[in-house]
């Protein structure tokens, strides 16, 4: 992969909708994110692999995070860490980073709490192990490029097998890192991916909180009620 190439956009998901007093057919707001956004069909997947998607991104971010690359479900929808099972959105919340758990549908929402989402490989595809050694390079570069343009405060790659590979080096492990990336602070998350079974939901949502509490971010889950 090499920086500027074009970017092929997939067909925007339709909605579920419903059908108001004037006959206007309109996306119904009262249904769950998940029923408002049907799962993409086998063909609309197979049809995403190597897409793109647009990053979340905003200047002076408290976190950007980067997923290795997006998967088929992500192409489809336009939505990162979009795969049912992905633990991505759980950790986010778990880990006091979001005041609810959000659908990635509402991904938008993130640069207003401070948060973004890119990619250190930009095609999808069905696994991150069918990237090469030289896309993640080269994405490693393209990245530190919009660290420098958009200024977060720190960045967290979410993958360390990734990490190692992008930026050369073997031996990092999980947790803060010594070298910053364009002045900003890094971070190395463990993958979220279902198949990742070495992270339980509760040892990744620990593993986002003890980020939040290193960039001194607020918990901002919701208290319960009594």
């Known amino acids: 992969m090499t920086p500027g190439r074009p970017a092929r956009a997939g067909a925007p998901r339709k909605p579920a909708r419903s059908v108001d007093g004037d006959g206007a057919v309109t996306p119904d707001p009262g249904l769950p994110s998940a029923v408002r956004h049907p799962r993409p069909t086998r063909a609309e997947l197979a049809a995403a692999a190597d897409r793109t998607i647009p990053d979340v991104l905003a200047p002076g971010l408290e976190v950007l995070f980067v997923g290795i690359n997006p998967g088929l479900w992500s192409a489809a929808t336009g939505w990162h860490f979009a795969r049912p099972g992905n633990r991505f959105w759980p950790a986010l919340h778990a880990g006091g980073l979001t005041p609810r758990l959000l659908h990635p549908s509402d991904q938008d929402e993130l640069p207003a709490l401070g948060l973004g989402i890119t990619n250190m490989a930009a095609r999808a595809s069905a696994r991150a192990d069918e990237l090469s050694t030289e896309e993640l390079l080269d994405g490693a570069a393209i ?65 986002f909180a003890e980020l939040r509490m290193a960039t001194d971010l607020p918990d901002r889950r919701t208290p319960p009620t009594t």
């Open 143 to 207: 990245l530190t490029g919009k660290v420098a343009r958009h200024r977060p405060r720190w960045v967290a790659v979410v993958g360390v097998t990734a990490y190692r590979i992008g930026f050369q080096r073997p031996k990092a492990t999980f947790g803060p890192q010594a070298e910053t990336l364009a002045d900003a602070r890094l971070w190395v998350l463990p993958n979220p991916s279902g198949l990742n079974a070495h992270f339980t939901a509760v040892t990744l949502g620990l593993a």
